[in-house]
């Protein structure tokens, strides 16, 4: 069960768990839950944060399937009408299919929504499979379903708490500067140093234009930041302290303003689905 698997070590076990190494060997058929599904038994998981599959990517794993066969068994868990979902291993079946196999080789464990999504962005993440956007949303997803802190879901998925909190910075860009991160024009570290800038489509043009690398990007958006900071001298070093830090809770652009009778806090967001994350954020606050 995978209750008895420590959070801390919930990283390094899995490919312990499912076998999904590619370099490991197969899965003993006296793994415990190891069973031959049908194939039409089993669908995908409306949850997994991989959206992308590559047609190249499932043909050529499906002529590799149709001459040796799926020697790695899917994770799966069972669903009450007596099908199963998958936990992990959603490319080798949508593979599966593509070859013609009527069965595959699979572990069956009884996992909750929560379980199923942490093991489904473990696997991704190990494989490198989710682009920066996708990780991203995945650890929203996490937090705001599961109440999960940045700390937990460090914790959980075996990364950094700076690594998730720079991640879930991303969903702050404007859409045409993720279209660029998710064709592959920009990088995640091109990304993470234009959350903070004023004109990040601007910036982000002239990067792509300009061949610049990430340690040039961040040189150009130091300097683009320059301006804002030259308006904001009133602001001692605890203040900007805590826009950082409520900054990187909520993955937006936190402004904290003081005033003769008081003070205000701006939250700059630029999609409906950020105005939905802060206000369901701050209904769980009540």
């Known amino acids: 069960m995978m209750t008895a698997l420590p959070k801390r070590r919930l990283g390094r076990g899995l490919a312990a768990l499912i076998g999904d190494d590619e370099m490991a060997a197969p899965v003993s058929p006296d793994t415990p839950g190891f069973k031959q599904l ?36 899917l994770l799966v868990r069972p669903l009450k009408n ?12 949508r593979a599966a299919q593509r070859a013609g196999l009527h069965d595959v080789p699979a572990i069956v464990r009884e996992l909750d929504d929560k379980d199923t999504l942490e093991l489904a962005i473990v ?13 991203a949303q995945a650890y929203r997803m996490l937090m705001d379903e599961f109440s999960y802190t940045q700390q937990q879901l460090a914790e959980s998925i075996g990364k950094s708490r700076s690594h998730i909190a720079n991640t879930l910075r991303l969903m702050s860009l404007p859409d045409s500067v993720k279209e660029h991160i998710e064709q592959g024009t920009l990088s995640a570290g091109h990304a993470r140093a234009l959350v903070a800038t004023e004109n990040p489509q601007e910036l982000a043009q002239k990067i792509i ?13 130091r300097n683009d930041s320059l301006k804002p900071k030259k308006k904001k001298k009133d602001k001692d070093a605890d203040t900007r302290a805590l826009e950082r830090s409520l900054s990187q809770v909520l993955g937006l652009k936190v402004g904290i303003h003081h005033g003769a009778s008081g003070g205000s806090i701006s939250i700059n967001y630029k ?8 206000a369901r954020l701050l209904s769980k606050a009540r």
């Open 38 to 73: 049908a194939i039409d038994l089993i669908s995908a998981n409306p949850k997994n944060p991989r959206r992308s599959f590559p047609e190249a990517d499932i043909e050529s794993l499906a002529q590799s399937l149709r001459e040796k066969g799926l020697i790695q068994p």
């Open 209 to 221: 234009s300009l061949g610049l690398s990430v340690r040039q990007t961040e040189d150009l958006s």
């Open 123 to 135: 696997e991704n993440v190990q494989r490198s499979d989710l682009t920066p956007l996708e990780e």
């Open 271 to 278: 999609t409906l689905e950020q105005l939905e994350m802060v």
């Open 82 to 93: 007596g099908t199963y979902q998958i936990v992990a291993g959603e490319r080798r079946w």
